[in-house]
């Protein structure tokens, strides 16, 4: 849970906080998009796509379900391992940003739906994997809305 405050809130804040330290004029929601996309996407998605992959008793256990399920577990690492490497590819181009925040945000909305209809058995943990989800699909909602402020600034 400290790991999962830290990637997704802590740590990207702060790197906000330096950039925009050093490049006062720019854009908050610019910076906001760049390293929470970099951090929440992108670190997050390889080191949980590592942890399901390499140790999918983990997710078995937070997922309440037997080892059988294993290979399944570490297919869902190798779709967090791809989201990774976008979001972190996407502190290099903008372009790369938007493809991370799409494909990740489709990816964990469906994740949170299958928690939310799983509510009446999920313990704690499945919960902040919900909330966390949630948390990247309002990232999504931003780096689109930002996408768009940046573009009809671009037009006038």
Known sequence: ?????????????????????R????????LFCKWFVFWAIGIRGITGGLMQTLNPAYTAWLLQTGTD?????RELGGANL????????????????????????????V????????LSVIELSEVMSLVGDLFVVAIAVMVFAEDKKRTNKMNS
Request: net charge positive.
């Open 1 to 21: 849970m400290i790991y999962v405050i830290g990637v997704m809130l802590v740590i990207p804040a702060i790197c906000v906080a330096i950039d925009y330290s």
């Open 69 to 73: 399920n294993y290979i399944i577990i």
């Open 23 to 30: 490049k006062p004029k720019e854009d908050l929601l610019f």
């Open 82 to 109: 791809s989201f990774g490497v976008l979001g972190i590819i996407s502190i290099f181009s903008h372009s790369y940003r938007k493809a991370a925040a799409l494909s990740c945000a489709i990816f964990l909305l």
């Open 111 to 118: 994740a949170a739906v299958i928690h939310i209809s799983r």
